[in-house]
């Protein structure tokens, strides 16, 4: 048989799960069918079952749920402290001295820091943030590499009400401006670098730049990190100087189940990344409960999340969730493949990891690196492969399935957005899976593909994905743009859209295609055409700009650009690469264009809207579509 015939028969094959996944389960497939059934029925009870065995509440609900559409709310009067669910409890119940983190780096440096430690960080860094006058609903900035005083410092706003921010240490001092001023933080917490590929990349200068002439920003907190040698300006302060002497205890804010818990930003397909707002209940429920059933969690597994905090996959499966539900996570700092493409393979046998969660960019990286990498190591303690970011190509998730797995552990491809907060499309691991195909709609996730009218569409037809009701950890609205919130939910019919397309097949598998918008996917990261296209118009010589993703064997997307020089530049190699220079300066390294082709002139509409479609289906040799609106 070709091995390309070879292929076609594994991506249609339904793989079950291995009789050792089975075995362990939390919840079996039926187990699994009767719950979600149960969820759709009679979601209120559903949820408020689940809410009162899982977490702990000061005070109880008076309503569960209440839909003013489209403005939700859930566990009304309930209240509770996210942190005390996460770390108190633990500490109270027994698991004081079980780890909570394992941190490494690519030097091969190892910290472990078990659920009673990590409490008495987080209530120090509370206790310093009180010290500079934050209160309960005050913003604060979080830009730090991942290290764990990063997570303790977000679970430190949360212990006493703060809202944190958290951006993500690749961001430009502009796009980190942007985002400090947006929320209007008070305090800004960073260190002075990161380091990966065994480069040391500066963070500390990105923050001077981003917050000059920011009045409102009152304090600057900088973790200095070994071999640092620097004089402290004004309003700096030094962590481990403000930490020293601060008491351990602090009492957790009482915190409404509605109370805001973080903004996180993300990119749409217009305008300036968006302040997507989670709360407390609802947030600490669901992903507490997606944590506890789509990873399996037992009570001796180490679970690896690879995500960076800066993003909602470090938000809720690093930080919130395994928390909650009282795991052991490792994290690491630096690059998937430094010192050598061994680094995390090395890693899963170095600390028996048992479930493994990583973007599909990774798994792609490491096919292009060969199987003879992951062999090298014993990988026998995985038993759940976890997938997010972007849809995952059938070739990659076999090849997941075979090397990494090894054909004994389950895989999760779990579809889900930073405004959904947790996982909202999977297979939970005693599901049967089918590559490339994220599955079956979570608890209390009423999912369908339907037309622009609402409408379901047949079975394996291309349509909108789209949620049907509001679910616990839904975003709240967007920060200060509250016509931005009403969107999501009014773009088709009265459901929630966020963007994306998809198939489901007559076994409600569904399979999501990728972005119905101007939105590019690249490694697993949003990134706003619009975005991209104002930093490339900032450029002295740009006088107009249109991006399109392309697909890309590693990244899943790249971005190209097309730019009209003004009057009196000339295309250039040289100028191309200054105008790729000029992008990372103002969004990040993430967002520079692989490729900058000079023109003459862009496809547009008559009332002048860059036509994208165009563009980009010329550029993949494509048919065109129509193009009646087409101004020339
Ligand atoms: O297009 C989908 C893709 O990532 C988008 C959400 O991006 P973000 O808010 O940055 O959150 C990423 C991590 C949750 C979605 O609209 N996406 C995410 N997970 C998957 C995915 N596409 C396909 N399959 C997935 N498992």
Redesign the pocket.
Known sequence: MSEKNEILLKVNKVYQPPQRVLEKALITKEEFDEMYKRSIENPEDFWADIAEKELHWFKKWDKVFEWNYPKYQWFIGGKLNITYNCLDRHVENGRRNKLAYIWVDEDGNEKKYTYGELLDLVNKIANGLKELGVKKGDRVVIYMPLVVEQLASMLACARIGAIHSVVYAGFSSNALRMRIEDAKAKVVITSTWTKRRGKKIDLKSVVDEAVDGLNFVENIVVLQREGDEFELEEKEIDFNEWIKDKSTHCEPEIMDAEDPLFILY??GSTGKPKG?LHTTGGYNLYTHVTTKYVFDIHEDDIFWCT?DPG???GH?YMVYGPLSVGTTSVIAEGAPDHPDPGRWWSIVEKYKVNIFYT??TAVRLFMKYGEEWPKKYDLSSLRILG??????NPEAWIWYYENIGRGQCSIV????????GG?M??TVPAYPQKPGK?GKPFFGIEADVVDKEGKPVEPNKVGYLVIKKPWPSALRTCWGEPERFEKYWSEIGKYYF???MATKDEDGYIM????ADD?I?VS???IGTAEVESALVSHPAVAEAAVIGKPHEIKGESIKAFVILKQGYEPSESLAKDIKMHVRHELGALAVPDEIEFVEKLPKTRSGKIMRRVLKAKELGMPLGDTSTLED
């Open positions: 993300t990119s997507v995500a993003w909602i996959t809720s973007a599909p997938s997010v970011g972007e849809p995952i491809d779990t579809w889900w957005q930073t405004e959904t996982h499309i999977t994220a966020a963007g994306d999501i295609l990728g972005r939105v996917n697993g990261h949003r």
